[in-house]
């Protein structure tokens, strides 16, 4: 192996003796880092968005996925709907109990 990397071994090695307390800290360092990091990052991403940008820069379209004759249905099947209710309403349908 070459010497440096032999030397690097040895200065993180533990030794003799276990160092839990540089363990510790070394691991408390990076998980700050981390949390740093994606901090900053959500506060990017929310940024981009607050500001109506978007997250790729590729250019994306949806088409219609509806037409005139499938919105001229549903609003068929509403008004076939709400003179049902004026029926109900207005007494022109009553309601029979199944149990009598």
């Not at 990397?5 to 003799?16: D, P, R, S």
């Not at 506060?43 to 005139?68: E, H, I, K």
Request: charged share 15%; aromatic share 12%.
């Amino acid at each position: 192996m070459n010497t440096s990397v032999t030397q690097l071994l040895q200065k993180f090695g533990y030794g003799e003796q276990p160092q839990p307390s540089r363990d510790w800290f070394v691991l408390l360092i990076i998980s700050a880092l981390v949390l740093a990091v994606s901090a900053l990052w959500n506060v990017w991403l929310y940024n981009q968005v607050l500001g109506g940008g978007t997250l790729s820069n590729t250019a994306t379209s949806t088409p219609a996925s509806f037409t005139r004759a499938s919105v001229e249905a549903v609003e068929r099947v509403f008004e076939a709907r709400a003179s049902e209710e004026v029926k109900y309403a207005s007494g022109e349908h009553t309601f029979t109990d199944p149990s009598k």
